[in-house]
């Protein structure tokens, strides 16, 4: 028994030591940021560096007796079948013992502390922001600020389809990230629009489903400006890999500015629902946020794909009465991936990408689609 | 038992019809046996082709070979197909095949029914995986694509593929209540004389108990599934929030289901390995009675710990505590089956023939698989894990050894009571050693991408997952090679070899090691007794 002990000895220290006098493992995760990623970390990092000297320790008392008793060194097979003195029984219990003070101690209580501080959210949150998941995009709301806005993948197609080189962040790049102060703990709330979707920064230690018709919440206090990344990690149909998601975390001023600048465009946003436009500016717009919103499934080309996701050329929607045409795009159509844009695109949005899809691609309506008109059906629709 | 003891003239001879009428009349145990495991390795072999193709998309960054829609239709069948296809008709083959000649009965208790649960298998394969070649052909959107867990409200998208696939679960799901059924009745009536309870063996132990499981989870399955084509077809709401119903509600269901069934698929092969190690370490199997305890504790933890796949859902912190802490208990009863098992190989007189490295394989990455487990259980780092890389690899851990190392364990062991001959050694010996490489290579890398932050069921990834992503497609085209040795090595048994004795192992213990090898047709016409 003495071989063994020793080399049980020797497997735990070896994992030990590459576990403590490295100041990180090579299971660490990325980088902590927010307390409750350090304390993830602290708790995984706990439990590796265990069971890693567990399993070694059990595999090499395995490969000890692989060597030791082989039948070709002319080893005999014992007989026995269960412990039978006490001192065996107390050899056999005592590996449970230590499991049981392993789970509900060593882990267990680490993790009570961990989940409690997990799901403080509420507590001295200092601002709000909720997440709303969609297919393929994150929407980001700042009730008190009044700001909302949408953040959708920016790596073109063609470094995707591999016609062009990758950049540096390729498939975790967007257009409005998230933007946080600094130190501040934030309370966020997650839903969807549609599927569930997941929102989840690796460096931040959290990760939460987004449910439709739900709401979940997490907090998150990010200790240093930098910009953070992460992907949606709930399978949400076609296009979930390509929904990252990129936190830019800044100073209490710069978060100030930002938020001024934000509520600025909103205002500007809100003249623009009431402004009569011409066609073209109507279609110029319209391209940019079709481009954004629409080309996942329906294609740049309008053509959709084959049989999943219709074609918008020569279309009955597309080439009927207006009004059917903007409430589709408004509410949806239930049960399939195409989603209400009521929430997400304002008035103005939605008359300028109407009016594009009806005089693009061939089609020539020569409807130039107001806000108003929208604004109108909105009112409507529910 | 009358029927047990009537013999009759010339008992051994075979009567049946030939051909394939034979196939699908017969009501015989071996017969179905060999019915269920051929169609679970081609079950294995296609579900392997498709996530091939799935590890060639992801072995570079950007779309190569498929598109995004495409992707989640071999990730979904992928997953599907080898729960319901590969891995319990497996179990249910060598059980259909062993059960009768390890308890010493003369068949399964319901010959009819056996032939009835079988038989329904392959339209229900059919029709999962129709719409998926109907759509490679151009005919409708394609295969189910959600993912194996089917989560609402995705699944209310999905096209008519969905809709086949619900039908195939419920096929699935009559198919393994027959068997179950069929087990139980077996295994509680139809014993030799003399084989008490305590005395069966352990293998019967495991499959009485993954049956009595089965029966409680999978009609809970057809149930979640039926909400689910009425939630799409005819009005209701059962997962709609908008209507008053909820999402998660499908969550609980489908892991009510989702996580007994790692124990339906581990329970058979604990009870299978204790025989192996016993007959190549030539000696007694030990604690033979804290094993079964082990397994009721299994079986009654297996379904009361389903919300550790829901952590990231949302949850009560008195629900997070709960699922946390009942999870870790599992690591109890677990811990004392691989104690006995490691007992049992302790001081033996050890030889490493083909079914031994397979058990020690299994023991030793299911080991692994077990301890990360123990890790995912933690509530609040389980996020970090959760449908991340981390927990793709845990999962291929714990299921991968189970079901394919420890299957591949009995076929070999038993494959010369079945065919006659012994199996060729060294190829054998190739099959273990590739596959063990192709393995670790394969999912070693996965590890280390979930902790990177990689979540799963992407087709596409950002460059800094590109390395080890290469690294896992290497390794699991090694993986998927490995396998093709197996059918070589069984189609070369088959066909001939050395000459199996009744006992073909020197150091194998049990009631089926006195029939001659290959077994007779019918075997036990008159039972054996057992001292």
């Known amino acids: 028994m003495r071989g063994v002990r020793g080399e049980l000895v020797l497997g735990a220290a070896l994992a030990l030591a590459s576990a403590t006098a490295t100041a990180k493992p090579f299971w660490a995760f990325p980088d902590p940021v927010t307390p409750i990623a350090r304390e993830t970390l602290h708790v995984h990092n706990l439990f590796m560096a265990v069971i890693v000297t567990l399993f070694f320790a059990v595999l090499a008392i395995m490969l000890y007796s692989f060597w030791k008793h082989r039948k070709s060194q002319g080893h005999q097979a014992a007989t026995f079948t269960q412990p039978n003195s006490r001192k065996q029984w107390a050899w056999v219990l005592a590996p449970f013992a230590g499991l049981l003070i392993l789970d509900y101690g060593v882990f267990g209580v680490p993790a009570y502390h961990a989940v409690l501080s997990y799901e403080d959210t509420q507590n001295n949150a200092e601002l709000v922001v909720k997440v709303t998941g969609s297919q393929w995009l994150w929407q980001y709301e700042y009730p ?109 001023a710069e978060y100030t500015a930002w938020v001024t600048k934000q509520k600025e465009a909103v205002a500007k946003d809100k003249e623009l629902s009431i402004a009569v436009l011409s066609l073209d500016d109507l279609k110029a717009r319209g391209e940019k946020i079709y481009a954004t919103n629409c080309t996942a499934c329906h294609q740049a080309t309008g053509m959709g794909v084959p049989n999943v996701f219709p074609s918008l050329v020569g279309s009955k929607v597309i080439t009927g009465p207006v009004e059917e045409h903007i409430k589709v795009v408004l509410n949806g159509r239930p049960n399939t991936p195409m989603a209400a844009w009521s929430k997400q695109l304002s008035d103005a949005d939605i008359a300028a990408v109407v009016t594009y899809e009806r005089n693009s691609w061939g089609n020539k309506t020569g409807d130039a689609v107001q806000a108003a008109a929208v604004g109108k059906l909105r009112g409507d629709s529910r | 038992m009358s029927v047990a003891t009537t013999t009759h003239p010339g008992g051994h001879e075979a009567h049946h019809p030939s051909g394939l009428l034979r196939w699908i009349q017969t009501t015989n145990h071996k017969d179905i046996a060999v019915m269920y495991l051929t169609f679970a390795v081609i079950m294995l072999l296609i579900a392997g082709a498709m996530i091939l193709v799935v590890r060639a998309e992801l072995f570079q960054p950007g779309l190569q070979i498929v598109q995004p829609e495409f992707f989640n239709q071999l990730i979904t069948l992928h997953g599907l197909i080898m729960v319901f296809g590969f891995a319990m008709p497996a179990a249910t083959g060598l059980a259909n095949y062993m059960l009768p000649l390890m308890i010493g009965a003369p068949d399964m208790a319901l010959p009819r029914l056996n032939n009835w649960g079988f038989w329904i298998l392959p339209p229900a394969a059919v029709m999962l995986v129709l719409p998926f070649f109907l759509g490679l052909g151009g005919v409708g959107a394609g295969g189910i694509d959600t993912g194996w867990t089917i989560y609402a409200p995705l699944s209310m998208q999905s096209g008519w593929g969905m809709d086949f696939a619900i039908f195939s679960v419920h096929m699935l799901g009559v198919s393994s209540i027959l068997a179950s059924i069929n087990v139980i009745v077996t295994v509680l009536n139809m014993r030799a004389p003399g084989m008490t309870f305590w005395k069966m063996p352990l293998f019967a132990h495991g499959f009485l108990y993954t049956a009595i499981i089965l029966i409680t989870i999978m009609p809970v399955l057809a149930g979640g599934v039926t909400m689910l084509l009425l939630d799409r077809h005819f009005g209701t709401n059962f997962y709609n929030a908008a209507g008053g119903g909820d999402p998660v509600l499908w969550q609980h269901i489908f892991w009510f289901m989702g996580h007994p069934e790692v ?269």
């Open chain 1, 144 to 252: 008190k600020e009044g700001i909302k806005f949408a953040s959708h993948l920016t790596t073109p197609r063609d470094q995707i389809d591999n016609k062009a080189p990758k950049g540096e962040n390729y498939l975790l790049e967007v257009d409005n990230p998230l933007v946080l102060p600094v130190g501040k703990k934030v309370r966020v709330i997650t839903t969807s629009n549609d599927v569930i979707h997941s929102w989840w920064v690796p460096a931040f230690g959290v990760k939460r489903d987004a449910v439709p018709g739900f709401l979940r919440e997490f907090w998150v206090k990010v200790e240093q400006p930098g910009t953070y990344r992460g992907q949606c990690s709930e399978l949400c149909g076609k296009e979930h890999g390509f929904m990252p998601v990129v936190v830019n975390v800044v100073s209490q």
């Open chain 2, 263 to 531: 124990y339906v698929l581990l329970l058979p092969i604990a009870g299978l390995v204790p025989h192996i190690l016993s007959a190549f370490t030539r000696k007694p199997t030990y604690g033979y009675k804290a094993q079964v305890y082990s397994m009721w504790g299994i079986m009654f933890l297996s379904v009361i710990v389903w919300a550790h796949h829901m952590f990231t859902s949302g949850m009560s912190v008195g629900g997070q505590l709960y699922f946390m802490y009942s999870t870790m208990a599992i690591s109890l009863p677990l811990a004392v089956l691989f104690f006995c098992w490691i007992a049992t190989i302790w001081r033996g007189s050890l030889t490493f023939e083909t079914p031994m490295l397979f058990a020690i394989g299994f023991i030793v990455l299911f080991g692994w698989g077990g301890l990360t487990g123990l890790v995912l259980a933690d509530a609040a780092a389980d996020p970090q894990y959760h449908n991340a890389y981390f927990l793709v690899a845990h999962f291929h851990y714990a299921l991968y050894p189970t079901t394919v190392f420890g299957a591949m364990a009995g076929i070999y062991y038993w494959l010369p009571k079945w065919t006659g001959h012994m199996l060729d050694e060294r190829l054998g010996q190739w099959h273990f050693w590739v596959a063990l490489i192709g393995f670790n290579v394969t999912f070693i890398p996965q590890f280390l991408l979930g902790l990177a932050g990689m979540p799963r069921r992407i087709p596409d990834y950002p460059l800094m997952f590109a390395d080890w992503n290469m690294v896992s497609t290497v390794g699991a085209f090694v993986l998927g090679a490995s396998h093709l040795i197996f059918v070589w090595n069984v189609i070369k048994c088959v066909r001939g070899g050395k000459k199996a004795e009744a006992r073909a192992w020197e150091g194998a213990e049990g009631l089926e090691w006195t029939v001659p090898s290959p077994a007779p047709y019918h075997t036990f016409e008159t039972q054996p007794a057992v001292k």
